[in-house]
């Protein structure tokens, strides 16, 4: 499945990751998040049934990356990144719409964020999500992790 990246002019195309991209996934991840996955634990997670790794490019650079698993009727979303160079374009709006479009019937998309990253809370407010709940040091070096929750139709 392939699409543009909504408010991106067609500039990026959002589609599931293929294993051989997961070296590349990998190393945007490392350059954005200090909880960044291996190589290895992505390629598991592409081989994965329940597993969801997007990316988002524009030509060969690799834009952005959204990695989620579906358990039943739930998908927990477990990490994502945007180039520095592609913020602000609907880089990750894109790959959020892509695999909502994909997945179908589900309950409840979940997260957990940094407490410190009131950018991306408030990116994932704009999404629909809601703060439901923290937990205490959830992150190396002890930083709090705030829980955000939606339905897959959020309340307008």
Known sequence: MSSPAPGAAATFEVRCARLAECAEIAALAASLLPEAWSEAQLSSEVALPEGRVWVARSGIALAGFLVARRELDELHVL????????????VASGLFAALLEHERGLARMQLEVRESNVAAQAFYRALGFEAVGRRPRHYAGGE?????????????
Do not use: C, D, F, K
């Open 144 to 156: 709090a992790a705030i829980l955000m929750s939606r339905s897959p139709e959020p309340r307008g």
């Open 79 to 90: 990490l994502t990144g945007v180039a520095p160079g592609a913020r602000r374009r609907g």
